[in-house]
């Protein structure tokens, strides 16, 4: 069988030591804002609308991707982490769809979040601090990820 695997963009939003989390009422698991890179986007750009769409913040990606000198390209953001998921696994154990997870840190101006119509309601959005964190039943890698952008992001913004 062959497995069906899409690019997908996720974005750690930091403001005031804290990152913002969503209750995932299919999945069942708090999330940061992320979803699918549309065909006519890079993955950094989908990160970045995703926020906005998810949370109606704006979001400043820290970014310190070293540029290389193209005459005929120019140097995309990298994420901070890539990461593979499995997200349809049959009965047998084989893997119907996966998700290619670049995953970026970005800093926002405010901890309002006003979602666009048919996104999450802003009810089911809270903010973590690293010990709240560490101290939840949050998923091991959001937990992780999430740690280090506060950290990342605290120290870009000073």
């Not at 999330?31 to 065909?39: L, S």
């Not at 926020?51 to 290389?68: C, M, Y």
């Not at 995309?76 to 893997?95: A, K, S, W």
């Not at 405010?110 to 690293?130: F, H, M, N, V």
């Amino acid at each position: 069988m062959e497995t069906t695997r899409h690019f997908t963009a996720t974005t750690y939003i930091v403001h005031g030591g804290a990152t913002a989390l969503h209750h995932h009422n299919r999945l069942g698991i708090r999330i940061p804002p992320g979803g699918h890179v549309d065909r006519d986007e890079l993955p950094h750009e989908a990160a970045l609308r995703e926020v906005r769409e998810e949370t109606g913040l704006n979001a400043t990606l820290v970014d310190d991707t070293e540029p290389v000198d193209a005459p005929a390209g120019e140097t995309l953001p990298d994420p901070r982490h890539m990461m593979l998921y499995d997200i349809n696994v049959h009965e047998d154990g084989t893997v119907g769809h996966q998700h290619i997870d670049h995953i970026y840190f970005a800093a926002v101006d405010s901890r309002e979040i006003d979602p666009a119509p048919g996104e999450a309601d802003p009810s089911l959005w809270e903010w973590y601090t690293p010990e709240a964190l560490r101290s939840s039943t949050i998923d091991a890698d959001t937990v992780a990820i999430g740690c280090e952008a506060i950290d990342v992001v605290g120290r870009a913004v000073r």
